[in-house]
């Protein structure tokens, strides 16, 4: 075929659109193996590199002159994490950094000493003679976590070691470290969507008949088929895989006895307790809140299931619960027009509760900014228990550059069972903006608009067999780059 440059042009169009933003389930999700350790050290690096840069900036922006970060090995900061290097497992002797807001070509922003001796202290003050900042930010806001990192006895020996002259410019500006944790990187969105789409490929072969025998398989047994999966792909994750199957009393967050998210909110008696979970079964609409970690960062996701009968395909999953997934993605939708940067988490819970209900939507939202932790730094949209706002962190303005969890629940009466089922459901997006008003909030990977489906042939010799090939599963782990 003779190829011309329209149509060379063409075809890198169709796959450069192809490849960009799918905004809604794809195809099926693949694995994507990670790099060497050693490579994977490098590109953390880097992203790291690219954050730091933009302290002196952040600094500006939140009107200090400099920000302090101090701790001593195993008693680190919250924010060292989000700061330290691929090759750095904890902070060493004392570790302390001095970040100023001033940078021109003749000085340095930043300085690092890790150090026992008193020369440290000597160090740090004749660089604060030099500099002279105004104002000097450290770690101590009494409510937010991001924000309070430095250790109480860390705060006793600043005290004692810098003299009066320095110790009345210390400031309490809890947005910096924040929008520091909060900030992501462009250069970070390939990777993250590489870690979106091998959740979802994990959930996809986790509710499908490649792990799930109705009538056999637990609920318990999905979530550590899950873990191990993690594990054989050499990822980790922040929180134990939560599989439930929804029934009309699943997810009621009105309801102490409830079923809490464990994600979301753990009561302060949390017993440790052997969960054998609940046996699927054919007809079972299934639930699942999983997230997992690499390359330093975090995903969070919330899908639902369906055991379809034997012999049954994609078109008899019922009515009702089809509909309730779709008005669950219309929920979503409004969420994501309403995140506005700049208002307030409480300011956007009121737009958008106020937008379901004008729709006639019953639900909850308690969405949350993720990346570096599971539930990272930043303004929160309500939470389970709170729907008129939540106090302080609701209080935040949205920042650009976030990585977002849009996390909810709506109620929809399904008539086939003869009531009102809660579809939780929870997807990650990522803030771009480009120059002008070119604002938006893009689908890490995608969004769930279909069930994740368990079949059984109506003979079910074959079924492993033939569930195998339908999916496409490769070999496992057989994503790479
Ligand atoms: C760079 O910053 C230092 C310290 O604030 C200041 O003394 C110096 O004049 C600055 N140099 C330039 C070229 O702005
Ligand atoms: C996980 O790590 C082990 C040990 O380095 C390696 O042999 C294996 O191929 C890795 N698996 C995947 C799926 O990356
Ligand atoms: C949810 O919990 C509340 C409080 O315990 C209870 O009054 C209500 O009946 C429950 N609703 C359902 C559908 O289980
Ligand atoms: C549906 O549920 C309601 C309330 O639980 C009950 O009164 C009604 O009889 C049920 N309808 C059918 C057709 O089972």
Redesign the pocket.
């Known amino acids: 075929m003779r190829l011309t440059w329209a149509g060379v042009l063409a075809a890198l169009l169709v796959r450069v659109t192809a490849v960009a933003e799918p905004e809604s389930w794809p195809h099926l999700p693949r694995y994507y ?2 790099p060497s350790l050693r490579e994977q050290a490098d590109i953390q690096d880097a992203w790291t590199r690219e954050r730091r840069d933009k302290i002196p900036a952040i600094l500006k922006k939140h009107g200090v002159d400099a920000w302090l970060v101090s701790q001593r090995e195993y008693a680190e900061e919250t924010v060292f994490w989000s700061l330290k290097s691929a090759r750095q497992f904890s902070a060493r002797r004392r570790t302390t950094m001095l970040f100023l807001a001033s940078d021109n070509d003749t000085t340095a922003s930043s300085y690092t000493w890790v150090d026992n001796t008193p020369k440290l202290w000597d160090e740090l003050i004749h660089i604060l003679d030099a500099r002279r900042p105004r104002s000097i930010a450290v770690d101590v806001d009494p409510q937010i976590a991001f924000s309070s990192g430095l250790h109480a006895g860390e705060l006793k020996a600043i005290l004692a070691e810098l003299g009066e002259h320095w110790i009345k410019r210390l400031v309490s500006k809890p947005l910096v470290a924040i929008e520091y944790i909060a900030t992501q990187p462009k250069s970070r969105a390939a990777w993250y969507r590489r870690l979106q789409s091998t959740a979802w490929a994990m959930i996809t072969e986790a509710f499908s008949e490649r792990v799930i025998t109705p009538g056999v398989t637990t609920t318990a047994d999905v979530e550590w088929w899950l873990r191990e999966r993690i594990q ?3 990822y980790t994750t922040w929180f134990h895989p939560d599989v439930t199957i929804i029934d009309e009393h699943a997810w009621n967050l009105s309801s102490t006895a409830s079923m809490m998210p464990s994600a979301v909110m753990m009561g302060p008696d949390l017993e440790i307790k052997e969960e054998t979970g609940n046996v699927v079964n054919y007809g079972d609409m299934l639930h699942v809140d999983f997230g997992v970690t690499a390359l330093g960062m975090n995903t969070d996701t919330q899908h639902l299931g369906y055991v379809l009968h034997p012999g049954e395909t994609e078109d008899d999953v019922p009515r009702g619960l089809v509909e309730g997934l779709r008005k669950g993605n219309r929920a979503q939708d409004i969420v994501k027009a309403n995140m506005k940067i700049g208002l307030t988490g409480n300011e956007i819970l009121k737009n958008v509760l106020g937008q379901m209900h004008a729709e006639g939507i019953e639900g909850r939202v308690y969405s949350h900014p993720i990346g570096d932790w599971g539930h990272s730094a930043g303004t929160l949209i309500g939470m389970t228990n709170l729907q008129d706002g939540v106090p302080i962190l609701g209080d935040i303005p949205l920042l650009p550059s976030m990585y977002y969890s849009v996390e909810l629940l709506v109620e929809h009466f399904v008539p086939e069972l003869n009531a009102t089922l809660r579809f939780p459901l929870e997807e990650d997006i990522r803030h771009v903006s480009s120059e002008g008003d070119g604002s938006a909030w893009l689908w890490a990977y995608g969004r769930q608009e279909r069930f994740h489906l368990v079949h059984t042939p109506l003979s079910s010799a074959s079924s492993a067999r033939q569930g195998h090939e339908r999916l496409g599963f490769n070999s496992r ?1 057989g994503g790479d780059l």
């Open positions: 193996t990670l054989e792909m050499n782990g």
